[in-house]
């Protein structure tokens, strides 16, 4: 029952948003369609191993370990689901931003770590291991525990039993597996973990906030009850329709300030979009910054030349019109080339 009526909840949700695809872009959308796509396998498993037991009188199938396992796999994801909680406040929320970019990396970089270890495996497989029973049973997906640093000490024997000189080729290729997986790999990998800590610290409060009203207008767009409530919240709605209401509260859709539009859910990630290209302008601090106020400084000082010029002309033509003779013209004021330079190519 609570996982129809979750389901439901999520129904809604999917419809309030822009396309499948933007719903399924966010994390805790995926951890609710694993969380509803494996209790509905539960679900299915648990009647076929009820009606087996109930056809043939066996205690459980032959495969009825499926059920615990996908159960188990099940109740991970809800363990997973309570991290949204912890966004109401910032410090756990920007961490758990943070753990969900660096699993992101962690899953681009999977790709690399899988197509060379991938190509050990198959290489050195047939070296160490006689074809047949041995080199089935063994496989090659031992070589991807040398990421995390397992050198297996029967592999190095079998390797110096191989003959000249194949022994020295597959000692080198195992050394060669080590240095390559569990050093400059994971040195690579711990790399771009920093480089993308060090972007989420930067941006860590404009994307908590984003991420709380996210949230909020999650649980306001679902309904008013939780699940599985929500199940009778449509008999509860036509109950109140049919009865007049005296006073009693409702709860009103959360709107814009100042405006009476109503604030969706799939409006905020353009709202998001937005307001990073503006931190991003803000934090421009660097050359480009310096460059304008030397801009802003040069016009200052053409409009007092200007200011200046202006004052002289009209005095000189003042005199002339008295009968005094013109003043001779002032010498130009010493200016640095490279600052006209300049302020030709800012006006430029």
Same mark, same amino acid.
Request: charged content about 20%.
């Given at each position: ?9 999520e ?15 966010d ?44 159960h ?38 999977s790709i690399?770590?899988?197509?060379l ?35 297996? $000490?029967?592999?190095v ?44 610290? $930067? ?5 908590w906030?984003?991420?709380?009203v ?10 008013d ?7 009778? $919240? ?9 009865e007049?209401s ?61 200011r ?41």
């Open positions: 029952i609570w996982g129809f009526a979750y389901a439901k909840s129904w809604r949700q999917l419809q309030n948003d822009l396309s499948f695809g933007h719903y399924i872009s994390f805790w959308n995926c951890c609710d369609v694993l969380l509803i796509s494996a209790l509905v396998i539960t679900i299915l498993l648990g009647y076929a191993e009820h009606f087996w037991t109930v056809t043939w009188g066996t205690e459980k199938p032959p495969n009825g370990h499926h059920f615990e396992g996908v188990s796999l099940n109740v991970l994801v809800c363990w997973w689901r309570m991290f949204q909680t912890f966004y109401r406040w910032e410090y756990f929320g920007a961490l758990i931003m943070t753990v969900i970019r660096m699993s992101a990396d962690i899953l681009r970089f690399i770590l899988i197509i270890c991938s190509g050990f495996g198959y290489a050195l497989t047939p070296m160490l291991f006689e074809a047949g029973e041995e080199r089935e049973k063994q496989g090659v997906v031992w070589t991807f525990w040398s990421i995390v640093g397992e050198t297996r $000490q029967d592999l024997e079998r390797a110096c039993g191989l003959p000249a000189p194949w022994n020295t080729v597959t000692h080198c290729l195992l050394y060669t597996l080590v240095l390559v997986t569990n050093v400059i790999a994971m040195n690579l990998l711990i790399a771009v973990m920093n480089s993308t800590y060090d972007g989420m610290k $930067q941006d860590s409060n404009t994307m906030a984003f991420e709380r996210n949230w909020i207008l999650e649980y306001s767009e679902a309904g009850l939780p699940p599985p409530l929500n199940l009778l $919240q449509g008999f509860l709605v036509e109950a109140e329709d049919s007049p005296h006073g009693c509260f409702k709860r009103r859709p959360l709107r814009r300030a100042n405006s009476d539009l109503l604030v969706h859910q799939r409006e905020l990630k353009e709202s998001q979009r937005r307001a990073m290209a503006l931190v991003e302008a803000d934090e421009d601090t660097g050359e480009l910054s310096r460059l304008r106020q030397e801009n802003l400084s040069l016009k200052r000082h053409i409009e007092r030349l200007e200046l010029a202006t004052n002289f002309l009209l005095e000189n033509h003042e005199r002339g019109a008295l009968g005094v003779g013109e003043l001779p013209l002032p010498p130009p004021p010493k200016t640095p080339c490279h600052s006209l330079e300049r302020a030709s190519t800012s006006f430029a």
